[in-house]
């Protein structure tokens, strides 16, 4: 599955971005006078080898879950059962994703691809309609994408959706070993491709990517790290907002971890398996199956655009596909960006993942493709050019 993803990724449509910028020049407004939105619109034409491309509508978030090993150092003060504890307020809708989803009329997929602990079996954390059972991995197994457990993709904005695609319960602990072997970094890499094909098939337009687990954003400055070649230092943030010592502490792991395993970038599949996580792996699958299928991807924080570099790895045109929802306040994202090459659409110091930053990002996006579907040319208008 990940070779014939990979090999079904084409570079931009050259003579869409043409006819994009062309159509530009037409449109009653000044040339540029939109700024980025104007270049944002030439890419997706690209992408998508048409101009005007379809509107990124309806969207879909796919938030990925997983636990780490690495939580064992004492890397984040919170307790790694708020992962589980967090898939239940997704469902419930009490979430700040949920929110944000419930105004941008998105609908929200949550993925257990590698939690630790049950998930909740209350019915009341459950979405209407589902059965409380297909929310305890004790009770559905490591069933993947089972329509039987988790029913078919819909894209409900009022109903969020699990799905149990657990390859493993939490990474092992990368200070020690390998986070995952290399079939169970393939496999979280292959449930993101069978999780963006479900989505798209069901009709998204856009998808955005989202993550949840304590613990995530040390493997996310590794991998960071370990694509771009910069120190630890310059790859990892606070995270949640640990303190001085904790931060300190937090460096020194990750550059533990790359002394120890010295991933090779050139092998995006053993980066994975050495320092990321399984959410990490997954979100690297959903961007590749977005960019075989010409549709953008929304990034969202720190773990998205360490997830990105892996997809860019593994196909270097995958990057036409994405788009760069915020800048977090990670460091690590600012250096992942720059290396991709993509310029956030809006800054306002957000660090919480789950996918709000790309959420909020996503009236962006529409509007600059919605310029080219509905606003009148100078000749359309009877307006007089300069």
């Not at 970094?185 to 491709?193: S, Y």
Request: a negative charge; one cysteine or more.
């Amino acid at each position: 599955m990940l070779e014939t993803t990979i090999a079904a990724i084409r570079p931009a449509d050259e003579a869409a971005m043409a006819a994009a910028r062309e159509l530009h020049g037409r449109l009653t407004k000044p040339v540029g006078s939109l700024g980025a939105l104007e270049e944002l619109s030439v890419r997706l034409a690209g992408l998508a080898g048409a101009c005007p491309p379809p509107l990124p509508e309806p969207a879909a978030v796919a938030i990925f879950a997983g636990d780490h090993g690495v939580h064992a150092q004492g890397v984040s003060p919170w307790p790694q059962e708020v992962t589980a504890q967090m898939i239940g307020n997704f469902l419930a809708g009490g979430a700040v994703v949920n929110a944000f989803a419930r105004q941008a009329g998105a609908s929200v997929t949550v993925v257990d691809v590698g939690v630790a602990t049950p998930l909740p079996t209350d019915p009341a954390a459950a979405p209407a309609g589902s059965d409380p059972a297909a929310l305890d991995p004790a009770v559905t197994g490591p069933a993947v994408l089972d329509p039987a457990v988790t029913g078919p993709a819909v894209l409900d904005p009022a109903v969020p959706r699990l799905v149990v695609a657990s390859v493993r319960p939490g990474t092992r602990d990368l200070t020690v070993t390998t986070a995952l072997t290399r079939d169970e970094a393939l496999a979280a890499v292959q449930t993101g491709i069978r999780i963006a094909d479900e989505l798209i098939d069901a009709g998204a337009g856009i998808l955005l990517t989202g993550d949840m687990g304590i613990g995530n954003t040390t493997p996310a400055a590794a991998l960071i790290a370990a694509f771009t070649g910069v120190d630890a230092l310059d790859a990892t943030g606070r995270g949640t907002g640990v303190d001085d010592p904790t931060y300190a502490h937090k460096v020194a792991v990750v550059r533990a971890a790359l002394a120890r395993h010295t991933p090779d970038p050139a092998d995006p599949l053993g980066v994975l398996a050495a320092v990321g996580g399984l959410e990490h792996a997954a979100l690297a699958g959903l961007i590749l199956g977005a960019a075989a299928r010409r549709t953008p991807v929304l990034l969202d924080g720190v773990i998205g655009v360490s997830a990105a570099l892996a997809a860019a790895a593994f196909a270097p045109a995958a990057v036409c596909a994405m788009v760069a929802g915020h800048r977090s306040a990670e460091p690590g994202a600012t250096v992942a960006l720059r290396h991709l090459g993509l310029d956030p659409l809006i800054d306002l110091g957000l660090r919480l993942g789950e996918g709000t930053g790309a959420l909020l990002a996503l009236p962006v996006v529409t509007g600059a493709v919605r310029v080219l579907h509905e606003v009148a040319t100078f000749d359309s208008a009877g307006v007089a050019e300069k």
